[in-house]
T-cell receptor
Framework: GQNIDQPTEMTATEGAIVQINCTYQ??????LFWYQQHAGEAPTFLSYNVLDGLEEKGRFSSFLSRSKGYSYLLLKELQMKDSASYLCAVREGYGGATNKLIFGTGTLLAVQP | KAGVTQTPRYLIKTRGQQVTLSCSPI?????VSWYQQTPGQGLQFLFE???????NKGNFPGRFSGRQFSNSRSEMNVSTLELGDSALYLC???????????FGQGTRLTVV
C-alpha cells in the first residue's frame, strides 16, 4: 500500500528552528521530495533525497533514512514568509522508470512573531 | 527561462459538461504529469506523459483523460463533470524521467 504521514499543523516562532517529519510506506521508492506551497499558489520545489543522509540548502535541510521510511525537513532562522504548507512526496518505481509522486496531505506551518 | 504555464487559471462549468485544460512545460522538458488537489484528499496523481506516451495513470475514472503533443505540451480532459471534480488541477514539468518536477500555477475548476 501507499501511506505518507506528516503532522497536519505546526506553529513556530520567527527566528527559531522547526523540524517537519514525514514517514512513508510505499510499494517502491525512488526518491523523496519536499515542496512548499503558499495558499493559492503552486507547490515550489525545496529539496530531494534519494540516498540516506542530510542535504543542506541555505536555511533548509532535508534528511532521509530509507531503512526507517523516514524523512524530515528542517527550517532554520524562521521568517514570517515561511508560513506555508509543506508537502512530503515519494517517487515510486524502480530503476527510475517514472516521475509519479505520491504526496502526503501536507503540514501547515504558521510562523508567529 | 519561462516556467510551467497552465491555462486557463480559472474555470466554472456546469455538471455534465466537459472541460479541457492545457499545460505548457518548461522549454526542453519532455515529461508532464497531472495532479488533482482538493482540501480533503491533497495532491493525487492523475497521469504522466513522456514523449507523447502515457507512462502511468492514477486511480481516476475513465472520464479523466489526457494527451501530450510532439512539442511536449499536454492537455487533460474531463467529461461529464461532477460536483466532486471541483479542484485545483496542477501540471508538473520534468526534464526527463527520474528528475525533479516543477509545478505550474494550476487551473482552479469549479463545477456548479
Amino acid at each position: 500500500g501507499q501511506n505518507i504521514d506528516q503532522p497536519t499543523e505546526m506553529t513556530a516562532t520567527e527566528g527559531a528552528i522547526v523540524q517537519i517529519n514525514c514517514t512513508y510506506q510505499t510499494s517502491g521508492f525512488n526518491g523523496l521530495f519536499w515542496y512548499q506551497q503558499h495558499a493559492g499558489e503552486a507547490p515550489t520545489f525545496l529539496s530531494y533525497n534519494v540516498l540516506d543522509g542530510l542535504e543542506e540548502k541555505g536555511r533548509f535541510s532535508s534528511f532521509l533514512s530509507r531503512s526507517k521510511g523516514y524523512s524530515y525537513l528542517l527550517l532554520k532562522e524562521l521568517q514570517m514568509k515561511d508560513s506555508a504548507s509543506y508537502l512530503c512526496a515519494v517517487r515510486e518505481g524502480y530503476g527510475g522508470a517514472t516521475n509519479k509522486l505520491i504526496f502526503g496531505t501536507g503540514t501547515l506551518l504558521a510562523v508567529q512573531p | 527561462k519561462a516556467g510551467v504555464t497552465q491555462t486557463p487559471r480559472y474555470l466554472i462549468k456546469t455538471r455534465g459538461q466537459q472541460v479541457t485544460l492545457s499545460c505548457s512545460p518548461i522549454s526542453g522538458h519532455r515529461s508532464v504529469s497531472w495532479y488533482q488537489q482538493t482540501p480533503g484528499q491533497g495532491l493525487q496523481f492523475l497521469f504522466e506523459y513522456f514523449s507523447e506516451t502515457q507512462r502511468n495513470k492514477g486511480n481516476f475514472p475513465g472520464r479523466f483523460s489526457g494527451r501530450q503533443f510532439s512539442n511536449s505540451r499536454s492537455e487533460m480532459n474531463v467529461s461529464t463533470l461532477e460536483l466532486g471534480d471541483s479542484a485545483l488541477y496542477l501540471c508538473a514539468s520534468s526534464l526527463r524521467i527520474n528528475t525533479e518536477a516543477f509545478f505550474g500555477q494550476g487551473t482552479r475548476l469549479t463545477v456548479v
